[in-house]
């Protein structure tokens, strides 16, 4: 079928394989709900509702110093250093956005990369074997 151009919505071509853009999915109305659900939302920072989550569930203790173990000083740092990672920003655009944030203070929480599945390996030691790898 891919050879004879008979894919629904696909073609083969000399530069590869090209995929006809999905049409958006969503209702016409829908958009109009949408948009007075989200008004209906509380608007907090993000590391404000990471910092309630770790207010039930204390899951920073699992984030220590690798080489002397302590935890961080500063857990509202923390959570930036971890998002940073999370959502690929980095650390240098995270420190940008965040008032008050340095690049140096968030780059001294996160581990070098050698080392950086070590948090994860604390929080699911069932993960370390796998990390290890």
């Known amino acids: ?3 004879a151009n008979d894919l629904p919505d696909a073609i083969i071509t000399e530069s590869g394989l090209k995929i006809t853009p999905l049409d958006n999915a969503v209702p016409v109305g829908a958009q109009s709900l949408i ?4 008004m209906l939302l509380p608007h907090v920072k993000i590391t404000d509702l990471l910092l309630e989550v770790d207010k ?6 699992h984030f220590t110093h690798l080489k002397n173990g302590d935890s961080a ?3 509202n740092l923390l959570l930036t250093a971890i998002l940073a990672d999370g959502i690929n920003l980095g650390l240098t655009k995270m420190a940008e956005a ?3 944030t340095t690049y140096s203070k968030l780059s001294w929480l996160q581990p070098k990369p050698v080392t950086r599945c070590r948090p994860v390996c604390r929080v699911a030691p069932s993960m370390a ?3 290890l790898r």
């Open 98 to 100: 965040c008032p008050g």
């Open 35 to 38: 948009d007075q659900a989200t």
């Open 1 to 3: 079928m891919a050879l």
């Open 129 to 131: 074997a796998s990390c």
């Open 56 to 61: 039930w569930t204390g899951f920073t203790r």
């Open 73 to 75: 000083a500063d857990k």
